[in-house]
């Protein structure tokens, strides 16, 4: 099998999270896959086959399936471009329909799963703040802790209060793995706004095998459902995030109007060579 290795949401052709990408006739069984995002070992690989009118589309992490994958339905985008065309492609997945445009201007756009967010409990948050030698004190004044879905794809949100404390972030990985997988989370995003409209984040991955995530769209799609239908954050921002890895990327994110709705997540790929 030919993998594309691509790094989605790059930053001035920099930076961007590795993604493994197969575009395939058929998909191959379940183990196979498994097989090969566990050699490839990127945080996730996607492999996409046509169905009729869609792309059936799927995503492995080395440990395990992810229901959603942001960076890599980017860089999928990114690969149908090159093989077919600039437009939109409908992709199928597990638990729905999602779509992915590549334009001629090189930038690629995904529209998000269906969004939806509930309130965290006070034990999971100090739970969670626990695993990073915090207390309350490092979260913010304006928004709560809250558990954030794309789709069936399960976040724990925690906005803080300083950018330091985001800077400095640090846990084990094996306590961290634990917890994410006792409550189903996939990453647990870390993130504070410099302005309303530049967001900076980090993204813990420990519960499939990776440290930390550079840049995730499917938790930017999460967490930007959540702010605008808790608290009304309707205004497109970008997000920064792996620059304390030494990864930058930027997402440029945009809710969709009305409760639930999707939300748009673009940016830009650049080939891994070498």
């Not at 920099?14 to 498994?34: I, R």
Request: with cysteine; glycine share 10%.
């Amino acid at each position: 099998m030919n993998v594309q290795r691509l790094a989605a949401f790059s930053e001035a052709g920099a930076g961007g999270n590795p993604a493994g990408v197969l575009l395939l006739d058929t998909l191959p069984p379940e183990a196979d896959m498994q097989r090969v995002a566990a050699e490839v070992g990127y945080s996730e690989t996607v492999f996409s086959a046509p169905d009729g009118e869609a792309w059936r589309t799927r995503y492995f992490a080395p440990e395990a399936e992810v229901s959603f994958c942001g960076h890599a339905t980017i860089a999928l985008g990114a690969a149908l471009g090159e093989a077919h065309g600039a437009g939109e492609y409908r992709l199928s997945l597990n638990d729905g329909d999602i779509s992915v445009t590549a334009s001629a201007t090189g930038e690629i756009a995904l529209v998000s799963p269906p969004t939806s967010y509930e309130d965290a409990t006070d034990k999971m948050v100090q739970e969670a703040l626990a695993l990073f030698g915090w207390d309350r004190s490092v979260l913010s004044d304006t928004y709560r802790p809250a558990i954030a879905f794309a789709g069936e794809a399960k976040f724990l949100a925690l906005p803080l209060a300083r950018h330091e404390d985001l800077r400095s972030m640090a846990y084990d990985q094996a306590e961290g793995a634990a917890f994410m997988r006792a409550n189903g989370f996939i990453t647990l995003p870390l993130f504070w706004f410099e302005r309303a409209d530049l967001m900076h984040a980090r993204n813990p991955f420990a519960g499939h095998g990776v440290y930390e995530d550079p840049a995730t769209g499917a938790s930017a799609s999460a967490v930007a459902g959540y702010l605008r239908d808790a608290y009304g954050v309707t205004q497109p921002y970008e997000v920064l995030q792996g620059v304390d890895m030494g990864v930058p990327s930027r997402l440029h994110v945009a809710a969709q109007s009305g409760k639930g709705a999707a939300i748009r997540v673009a940016g830009r790929t650049r080939p891994i060579t070498g």
